[in-house]
């Protein structure tokens, strides 16, 4: 088993802050696990992106790259950016982790797919001067989300994936940590 593991000043992640205020607490963490990602899935083929290595399950290191592309896209530029009649992505049923395509174009086009819905989310974030404002919810569901609570469900919907992205990496390569 090889460890991940790297020293606090070797680790590029952004590490939490005290003192940069509400908005500034939520963008260190939601960066710190869109970067504990990109770290996660480094050095892999595409077969390796692609294979489903905790059976009976359909998860792959693929599908949730494409699977947090579109928690992005929905969360900041469907809703806080207010693009609702915006194209929805990777519509398959599952979120986008069944639908995978793990050859080299399949998996750089799903990398740039996150990269382009994360810049975009940064854009539409640093926007908003208060995390307290209300939006609206997308799709016809009706109903209003502050901006703080949109924010607090993207720490927690990457910091619960990062645990099967843990565990993924893990049974790929035995590699753990990080």
């Known amino acids: 088993m090889t ?8 680790d590029p992640r952004t590490q ?5 205020g509400e908005k500034g607490t939520l963008t260190t963490s939601l960066e710190h696990h869109r970067l ?14 692609g294979t489903r290595s905790v059976p009976p399950s359909d998860l792959s290191l693929l599908g949730m790259v494409q699977h ?27 979120g986008g982790f069944s639908d995978i395509s793990p050859t080299e174009e399949g998996v750089d086009a799903a990398w740039l797919t996150w990269r382009t819905e994360v810049e975009h989310a940064r854009r539409v974030w640093d926007d908003w001067p208060e995390a307290e404002l209300i939006v609206g919810l997308p799709d016809g569901q009706g109903g209003t ?34």
């Not at 460890?3 to 070797?10: I, Q, V």
């Not at 504990?36 to 992106?49: A, H, N």
């Not at 579109?70 to 950016?81: I, K, M, N, S």
């Open 3 to 10: 460890e991940m593991w790297l020293l606090p000043h070797d």
């Open 68 to 94: 947090m592309a579109r928690v992005e896209h929905r969360w900041f530029r469907l809703t806080l950016g207010g693009d609702a009649g915006g194209q929805r992505l990777y519509e398959d049923g599952t």
């Open 16 to 20: 939490l802050s005290f003192g940069v």
């Open 36 to 49: 504990t990602l990109r770290l996660k899935c480094e050095d892999l083929t595409p077969e390796q992106m």
């Open 145 to 178: 989300v502050s901006v703080r609570d949109m924010a607090v469900h993207m720490v927690e919907e990457y910091a619960r994936h990062m645990g099967h992205v843990d565990l993924l990496r893990e049974c790929l390569d035995g590699r753990t940590g990080r």
